[in-house]
């Protein structure tokens, strides 16, 4: 089917014919303008000997089939129009009129050719006028693309449409938390890669632990029997905090070429004490009465993991597992560094046992239920945030940590994730083996033979498999 075709725009060139250079010059610009579908109006072309060429100016500038009236500006030109001599004379006092009583200001287009100490040199009756700057033959191509655009109503950066305003404008319910007014900054950073990207990550992570201390359930909360209602309740108003803070990890990662581990870790470590600061506790029976804080940190931590894995930063990936986070105590201090798995994967006592004996819930592990219902967002499918669960178990099994993998029951995938699976090739092995610090197969499969600890969860609920059924000889770099 042929495309409908567009009318030429139809344009009015007004210029000087001195000196000879700029008169040579304007005739090639309306040559290529004429050539690229612009229809152009010139005296050269178009005032025949006998017309009278007052008459002819007029006519172009009123003339409302001309969409644009280009006004060349060299030192002549502005010479000629500021003492209203010659054509050039006639026609600025055509177009001033016109220009001073038309409602369209955008008709008439300066193009600058010359300078005047400096700036550009433009008539007076059009000096405040913003025109197309062609002073530099350098940048002619760059300024011919914007005056084409000012020609055709094209230009580079349209106004986009115009959308609803944001929900915490409109719904009164929509909780905005302190964290926004750092997060918009810290984005524009990222994606622009700005030197103070670190720095506004610290500040935004500071301004998200101060955010969590106010979720902290009062006294008066904490002695009611439905307590973990509240607990519940304040974890999923968290949840608009959880799809912000996984979109700065999201954008950071993705747009860093080097990510800073230890960036991440102090981060971490940040609001881990957070966490120790509410619960205001190291060990007691009692339910803690802020786990909702703690699953918070734990599903951060997951995401977090699974962003690193997608986009293969196996080095930082390792580093945020291995290490060993500080966290305060008024205790010993051997008690002071404790494993990733003791800081983000607690046994949250308030729900699985708790809230799971007083409503009679068949949850083996509720925090696990309620992580699932809450699903994953626009970074990550849950079936990633599964996933890197169990490779964290794996991970602690070569690096001495016990990860309870307690999402594992919803896997749709029997033992052998796609992180595992691809790892058959020995290319994404070459790239993925920095993840359990090794630099051969034969290496791998034998820190896996080495590992004797007993498997506790292998039953049906955590659908874990045997890490040597899992690095073995048939899954490791045996495809190019």
């Not at 010059?25 to 006998?50: M, N």
């Not at 280009?70 to 030109?77: P, S």
């Not at 986009?311 to 560094?337: F, G, M, P, Q």
């Not at 699932?372 to 099994?397: H, Q, V």
Request: negative net charge; charged residues 30%.
């Amino acid at each position: 089917m042929s495309e409908e075709k567009t009318a030429s725009p139809k344009i009015f060139i007004s210029y000087s014919w001195k000196p000879e250079e700029n008169k040579e010059w304007v005739l090639d610009l309306a040559d290529r303008l004429h050539r690229e579908g612009v229809h152009v109006i010139i005296d050269e072309w178009d005032l025949a000997k006998g017309h009278d060429k007052y008459s002819f100016m007029e006519k172009m500038v009123n003339d409302p089939e001309i969409c644009k009236v280009l006004l060349i500006c060299n030192d002549d030109y502005v010479i000629k129009a500021n003492n209203r001599k010659g054509g050039v004379g006639e026609e600025s006092l055509i177009v001033s009129k016109e220009i001073y009583s038309s409602a369209d200001q955008t008709k008439f287009i300066p193009v600058i050719r010359s300078s005047k100490d400096g700036s550009p040199n433009l008539p007076t009756f059009i000096h405040s006028r913003i025109g197309v700057d062609m002073r530099d033959p350098d940048k002619f191509e760059e300024r011919y693309e914007e005056l084409m655009r000012d020609i055709n109503n094209k230009p580079k950066r349209s106004r986009p449409p115009l959308g609803q305003l944001p929900s915490y404008i409109t719904d009164d319910s929509v909780i905005v938390y302190s964290t926004a007014h750092k997060f918009r900054p810290l984005k524009e950073a990222i994606v622009s890669s700005k030197p103070n990207t670190n720095a506004l990550m610290k500040d935004y992570f500071r301004e998200l632990g101060e955010t969590l201390l106010s979720f902290s359930l009062s006294n008066e909360e904490k002695e009611k029997p439905d307590f973990d209602d509240i607990v519940v309740d304040r974890f999923n108003q968290l949840g608009p905090l959880r799809d912000e803070v996984v979109e700065v990890f999201s954008l950071y990662i993705n747009y860093n070429k080097d990510v800073d581990s230890d960036l991440l870790i102090s981060i971490l470590e940040h609001l881990l004490n957070i966490e120790v600061k509410l619960n205001n506790i190291i060990y007691s029976s009692a339910p803690y009465y802020n786990e909702h804080i703690s699953l918070f940190l734990n599903e951060m931590f997951l995401y977090l993991s699974a962003l690193l894995l997608k986009y293969e930063r196996y080095s930082v990936l390792k580093d945020i597992v291995t290490t060993s986070y500080w966290r305060e105590s008024e205790y010993s201090a051997d008690i002071n560094y404790i494993s990733c798995a003791k800081a983000f994967n607690k046994y949250l006592q308030s729900l699985n046992e708790y809230r799971t004996k007083r409503l009679d819930l068949r949850h083996y592990f509720l925090s696990s239920f309620i992580l699932r219902s809450r699903n994953a967002n626009t970074y990550l499918k849950f079936d990633e945030i599964i996933e890197i669960d169990s490779i964290l178990y794996y991970l602690g099994l070569i690096y001495g940590f016990d990860w309870s993998p307690r999402l594992s029951c919803y896997s749709r995938i029997r033992f052998l994730y796609p992180f595992f699976q691809k790892m058959k090739s020995k290319r994404f092995f070459n790239k993925a083996k920095t993840l359990f610090d090794v630099e051969s197969k034969t290496e791998l499969i034998e820190k896996a033979k080495n590992i004797k600890t007993e498997n506790h969860y292998s039953s049906y609920y955590y659908n874990i498999d045997n890490i040597n059924n899992i690095l073995n000889d048939n899954n490791i770099a045996i495809v190019n």
